[in-house]
């Protein structure tokens, strides 16, 4: 049974470039919500994918966007990167939204200099 | 205020013991409340979740939520040393959008 599945595992930028981050997943899920966790902190919620359309978003500014695909995989994108955008990026997939248990994945380690 | 709360820590208890995790959280219709593991340099991994009153046991773990007090726990009994991590305490608010809204974790050392 395939758990969450994130990709790449770590990646280095510098400002004002474009990323996207991937993630598939666990088998049988079909809602993927993103998080951004910083160092020494718990993830904070940037947006949820729930039948190919964002149904929830968190207090993140426009330079994050996302797309869920038909096969419930989902993306991240972040715009004009800034040195603050260096985090954790955490994908995690449920089984529908409604107060569901959340499965995330081993995320993708964003390095911004 | 902040939504869920917790003690930095670090929580130290020696090998073998019980180590109580504690979360408070501000909103009273938060529903969904969640443990998550999370080793340091890994991603956070669901360990007990519970939405009703009282206590739920897994193993050597218990989850205790006191709705009234706004009170969420985790006990693990016979602590190893591989408990060592930092423990996520999340909540479903009252809107049940799916998000989930974490406290900013209890560190645990478990000493042999």
């Known amino acids: 049974d395939a758990g969450v599945t994130q990709s790449p595992t770590h990646l280095i930028k510098t400002r004002g470039q474009q990323v996207t981050l991937r993630c598939s997943p666990k088998?049988?899920?079909?809602?993927v919500s993103w998080y951004q966790q910083a160092l020494g902190q718990g993830p904070q919620f940037i947006f949820q994918y729930y039948e190919e359309e964002e149904r929830q978003r968190g207090n993140f500014p426009d330079r994050f966007s996302g797309h869920q695909f038909p096969n419930y995989s989902s993306e991240l994108n972040v715009n004009a990167l800034l040195l603050g955008d260096s985090a954790l990026y955490l994908c995690?997939?449920?089984?529908?939204?409604?107060?569901?248990?959340?499965?995330f994945g081993d995320g993708t380690r964003l390095s911004i200099l | 205020q902040k939504e869920v709360e917790q003690n930095s820590g670090p929580l130290s208890v020696p090998e073998g013991a019980i180590a109580s995790l504690n979360c408070t959280y501000s909103d009273r219709g938060s529903q969904s409340f969640f443990w998550y593991r999370q080793y340091s340099g890994k991603s956070p991994e669901l360990i007990m979740f519970i939405y009703s009153n009282g206590d739920k046991e897994d193993g050597r773990f218990t989850a205790q939520l006191n709705k009234a007090s706004q009170y969420v726990s985790l006990l693990i009994r016979d602590s190893q040393p591989s408990d060592s991590a930092t423990y996520l305490c999340?909540?479903?608010?009252?809107?049940?959008?799916?998000?989930?809204?974490f406290g900013q974790g209890t560190t645990l050392q478990v000493k042999p």
């Open positions: 995690a997939s449920s089984l529908g939204w409604f107060n569901q248990p959340q499965h």
């Open positions: 088998s049988g899920h079909d809602t």
């Open positions: 999340a909540s479903i608010g009252s809107s049940n959008t799916g998000k989930l809204i």
